[in-house]
């Protein structure tokens, strides 16, 4: 800073300038990351932690500011921000799935001098490396999640789930069993008294479902999954990735658009979530749901649904334009690898949930594009209803193969 000083005297003026230099008041900060993994298979979720000191005569926590981060994984570069807790801590995950080779991710925190506010704070920054393998069948157990009334009987089931179980098998991927005392694959079902509930609460049900089957089959409570889902199926495992801890004992039906229809009685019941689920694939799930006025003389010829009572909990949360459709959105999250796949097999109302320009009917059921998500694939099979072809509603996840190939290829790939 100069300072420059003039004065008058009898009208002769003098003057004299100096110069001042002026240092800010930096309190020195430090900055440690920890990682609750040192290799993690690719698609498996890392916990990441920061810890922010500030040295005021002593090292402190500091709290409530802002960290920076940066994930390096070969040529692709993540960047991210936290906010330090009350005990200076910021966490964050991390998730990578499609590693070909081991590759080593580069984590970066830093914590920039700040000169701005009340207190100057100089910077901080630490890193480590992580090592990410790719993953191979097996890695991880795929839960098999069927659609509405899909375990009504067990002849449904076995359509829905035997020829896949059996690719899946045969290629080295496990199938998670829900009934170990029982030979071969059990698949998950559906109870009789769920029928009368919403989807929420159906997939609470479900994730204990799931960690039951995850203890009896030897494996850890937050064992990373792959989830293969069909129809409805597909909204429930929606959810579970999507609303992590939510509180879904009650529905209110009179929701004016303000927060969530579904509440509860203060304990968190979806105890499944992202950070557990690697790939999430989901074939004819109407997550922009479907028209209300589905022809129900073509769903027991062409679909084989013998029995569709419209007023059941869960019926009214597929039609277009639900409050659990609008509630629940029509984007997912980054920390799942989401892949829809629908058929078209030239019945219906065209529409284009893609925004492609190229619409598309339905199944039969489920029209051809509602299983897309915002910036997600979608893979559409043009065919005919079984007999003449496997594009129908129920035939695309029962016999189709070129739908059995691509499950199998994004399981890893």
């Known amino acids: 800073v100069k300072v420059i000083a003039k004065v008058k005297i009898n009208g002769k003026e003098y003057g004299a300038i100096c110069n001042i230099t002026i240092h800010p008041k930096l309190y020195q900060t430090a900055l ?13 979720t890392c916990f990441l932690k920061a810890y922010l000191f500030v040295n005021v005569g002593s090292w402190v926590p500091l709290a409530n500011k802002t960290i920076e981060w ?10 991210k921000k936290t906010k330090t807790n009350a005990q200076g801590i910021a966490k964050i995950p991390f998730f990578y799935s499609n590693a ?7 984590i970066e925190a830093n914590f920039p001098r700040n000169l701005s506010g009340d207190i100057d704070y100089d910077g901080s920054k630490a890193n480590l490396t992580l ?49 170990i005392t029982k030979p071969g694959i059990q698949w998950l079902t559906y109870e009789p008294n769920w029928g009368e509930h919403h989807i929420p609460w159906i997939a609470a ?23 293969v889902a069909h129809s409805m199926g597909g909204l ?24 969530y229809p579904w509440y509860g009685d203060g304990d968190p019941d ?30 027991k010829t062409i679909i084989k649904y013998a029995f569709f009572p419209w007023w059941m909990a869960q019926v009214p949360d597929m039609i277009y334009n639900s409050p659990f459709l609008q509630a629940m959105g029509y984007k997912t999250i980054d920390l799942i690898d989401y892949y829809a796949v629908g058929g078209d097999i030239g019945i219906g109302e065209e ?61 890893i790939n």
């Open 131 to 179: 090592k990410i393998i790719p993953e191979k069948p097996g890695d991880f157990p795929v839960v098999l999640i069927h659609g509405w009334v899909g375990s009504i009987s067990d002849a449904l089931l076995n359509f829905t789930w035997y020829n896949l179980t059996q690719k899946l098998i045969a290629n080295g991927f496990k199938v998670l069993d829900f009934d």
């Open 270 to 299: 979806i105890t499944i979530g992202p950070y557990q689920i690697d790939d999430l694939i989901v074939v004819g799930t109407p997550c922009h749901g479907v028209p209300p006025n589905i022809n129900e003389t073509l769903l």
């Open 205 to 227: 049900k479900v994730c204990d479902k799931i960690k039951e089957a995850l203890i009896l089959n030897g494996y850890p409570l937050n064992q990373t999954i792959d989830i």
């Open 70 to 79: 940066k994930f390096i994984v070969g040529n692709d570069t993540i960047i």
């Open 32 to 44: 440690k990351i920890e990682s609750n993994k040192k290799e993690m298979i690719a698609g498996e």
């Open 100 to 106: 070909l080779e081991n590759i080593t991710a580069i």
């Open 236 to 259: 429930v495992a929606r959810f579970m990735a999507e609303h992590y801890m939510a509180d879904v004992d009650y529905w209110n039906d009179n929701w004016n658009g303000t927060g």
């Open 351 to 411: 529409v284009d949930f893609d925004g492609d320009g190229i619409p598309h009917r339905s199944d039969g059921l489920c029209p051809t594009e509602s299983p897309y998500l915002e910036g997600r694939p979608l893979f559409i099979l043009v065919g005919a209803a079984w007999p003449a072809g496997e594009e129908d509603h129920l035939s695309l996840i029962g016999i189709n193969d070129t739908v059995h190939q691509y499950i199998m290829k994004h399981l």
